[in-house]
């Protein structure tokens, strides 16, 4: 059989994902709503932080050439955090000052609350600071017009706190693609409703949904078209309304009833990738937007988003691919020859340990897993210790 490699139906994905992302758009979050999301542009500090100088400490500001050892000064007045009257501190003084607060003009240090003994208006110090000590100084985080995030930064939760610290409001960031996700088969029923024989539970959907969002997407809908092929295109009508990108499990293999390759087939190319599981594929389109259609098995839909649409769905919303790292087997491992396979596994601190058969249908085995390990197509047979490509999962 006629196999296309996996990096060329890769490339084909890629290639037409590239093209959703030449439209790549913005939009604007307030900072709140956007963990996760990735910059579409640098932003740049608005204000000078700190904004004035203030005290790193609760303690009391000072001029150090003021002082003559432990000899008391008096206290001529105490600053709070929020007290916005500018003060001066008189010469030969101190002044009581909280964390925070601006220091008074003439004061050059704090000395921290411990280090004194405050009796009747006066203030005694148990150590002398040197200048500047415990003193924060403004534009020493950040001057006014210097950058806070730089473009295509995925922001976490310490670049939103810089940009609220910088007064920052609203980002601009790159606008996440729509996913529809339909899937096929007349066996499947939802979660919640009793199994009559021959029916197994529909699964697919949910797990593309949450690996779409896993990878920056918003999925759009969700649902089960059957295996009739009506009831499919009315699906995909449905689907393609705002959607960016429909994908769909099951329906394109061999079988007498395969309603998405019947529905798609001229539309778009479908066939035999060189991979197990996953090896049944097809990408078309369905009214002028992209249908990536993936084998039905569970744990072929696993594999062929990780492997052959991820990182193409995650560069649209700006989010870095994910890269595959390498392993050493905890024990031997039989492969089939002409397909690369890849297999479920987790990692230890002793290798990598594969996990389950190469069954494609066991999807409650594959959740024990976090990586996929890939194999060789011309590799058939793989010693304990041997290094292999793994893939982390999404
Ligand atoms: P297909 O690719 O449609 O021939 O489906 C291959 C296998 O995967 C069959 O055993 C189906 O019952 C199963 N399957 C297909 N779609 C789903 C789904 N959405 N959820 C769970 N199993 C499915
Ligand atoms: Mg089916």
Same mark, same amino acid.
């Given at each position: 059989m006629n196999r296309r490699p996996i990096a060329d139906h890769r490339a084909a994905v890629a290639a037409v994902l590239d093209a959703l992302g030449a439209r790549r758009e913005a939009e604007t979050l307030p900072v709140g709503a956007a963990l996760g999301r990735v910059t579409a542009r640098d932003v740049t500090a +608005?204000?000078?932080? +700190? +904004?004035f100088a203030n005290s790193a400490m609760d303690g009391f500001a000072v001029r150090v050439a003021d002082l003559d050892g432990t000899a008391s000064v008096q206290v001529a007045g105490r600053i709070f955090a929020g007290d916005v009257q500018r003060r001066t501190l008189p010469p030969g003084a101190a002044m009581a000052i909280m964390t925070g607060a601006p220091l008074p003009d003439g004061a050059d240090a704090v000395i921290q609350v411990e280090h004194s003994v405050e009796q009747d208006g006066r203030v005694r110090f148990d150590r002398l600071p040197s200048a500047g000590e415990f003193v924060r100084s403004p534009g020493e985080d950040v001057s006014s017009g210097e950058p806070v995030v730089t473009e295509n930064t995925v922001l976490a939760a310490r670049h939103l706190g810089a940009l609220a610290a910088c007064g920052v409001g609203e980002v601009d960031v790159v606008r996440r693609p729509v996913v529809a996700v339909i899937s096929t088969g007349s066996e499947l029923v939802p979660p919640g409703t009793p199994l009559q024989p021959g029916q197994i539970y529909e699964s697919n959907a949910v797990t593309l949904a949450a690996l779409c969002r896993a990878n920056g997407a918003v999925v759009g809908s969700a649902g089960c078209a059957g295996d009739e092929p009506g009831a499919l295109a009315t699906a995909l009508d449905r689907a393609v309304d705002g959607a960016d990108l429909v994908l769909t499990s099951g329906g394109i293999s061999m079988g007498e009833r395969e309603p998405v390759r019947q529905t798609l087939a001229g539309t778009g190319e479908f066939g035999p990738v060189a991979m197990q599981p996953g090896g049944p594929q097809g990408i078309a389109e369905w009214k002028g937007v992209p249908v990536c259609c993936f084998p039905g098995n569970p744990v072929s839909v696993l594999v062929s988003f990780e492997v052959l649409l991820r990182d193409s769905l995650r560069a649209l919303s700006g989010l870095p691919p994910i890269p595959t790292e390498r392993g050493r087997l905890t024990a031997p491992l039989t492969s089939v020859p002409g397909k690369t396979q890849f297999r479920r596994g987790y990692r230890t601190s002793g290798g990598v340990v594969a996990h389950g058969g190469p069954g494609s249908h066991l999807a409650v085995t594959a959740a024990a897993a976090d990586v996929l390990i890939e194999i060789d197509a011309e590799v058939t047979e793989l010693p304990a210790g041997a290094e292999v490509t793994l893939w982390p999962m999404s």
């Amino acid at each position: 059989m006629n196999r296309r490699p996996i990096a060329d139906h890769r490339a084909a994905v890629a290639a037409v994902l590239d093209a959703l992302g030449a439209r790549r758009e913005a939009e604007t979050l307030p900072v709140g709503a956007a963990l996760g999301r990735v910059t579409a542009r640098d932003v740049t500090a +608005p204000v000078t932080l +700190p +904004p004035f100088a203030n005290s790193a400490m609760d303690g009391f500001a000072v001029r150090v050439a003021d002082l003559d050892g432990t000899a008391s000064v008096q206290v001529a007045g105490r600053i709070f955090a929020g007290d916005v009257q500018r003060r001066t501190l008189p010469p030969g003084a101190a002044m009581a000052i909280m964390t925070g607060a601006p220091l008074p003009d003439g004061a050059d240090a704090v000395i921290q609350v411990e280090h004194s003994v405050e009796q009747d208006g006066r203030v005694r110090f148990d150590r002398l600071p040197s200048a500047g000590e415990f003193v924060r100084s403004p534009g020493e985080d950040v001057s006014s017009g210097e950058p806070v995030v730089t473009e295509n930064t995925v922001l976490a939760a310490r670049h939103l706190g810089a940009l609220a610290a910088c007064g920052v409001g609203e980002v601009d960031v790159v606008r996440r693609p729509v996913v529809a996700v339909i899937s096929t088969g007349s066996e499947l029923v939802p979660p919640g409703t009793p199994l009559q024989p021959g029916q197994i539970y529909e699964s697919n959907a949910v797990t593309l949904a949450a690996l779409c969002r896993a990878n920056g997407a918003v999925v759009g809908s969700a649902g089960c078209a059957g295996d009739e092929p009506g009831a499919l295109a009315t699906a995909l009508d449905r689907a393609v309304d705002g959607a960016d990108l429909v994908l769909t499990s099951g329906g394109i293999s061999m079988g007498e009833r395969e309603p998405v390759r019947q529905t798609l087939a001229g539309t778009g190319e479908f066939g035999p990738v060189a991979m197990q599981p996953g090896g049944p594929q097809g990408i078309a389109e369905w009214k002028g937007v992209p249908v990536c259609c993936f084998p039905g098995n569970p744990v072929s839909v696993l594999v062929s988003f990780e492997v052959l649409l991820r990182d193409s769905l995650r560069a649209l919303s700006g989010l870095p691919p994910i890269p595959t790292e390498r392993g050493r087997l905890t024990a031997p491992l039989t492969s089939v020859p002409g397909k690369t396979q890849f297999r479920r596994g987790y990692r230890t601190s002793g290798g990598v340990v594969a996990h389950g058969g190469p069954g494609s249908h066991l999807a409650v085995t594959a959740a024990a897993a976090d990586v996929l390990i890939e194999i060789d197509a011309e590799v058939t047979e793989l010693p304990a210790g041997a290094e292999v490509t793994l893939w982390p999962m999404s």
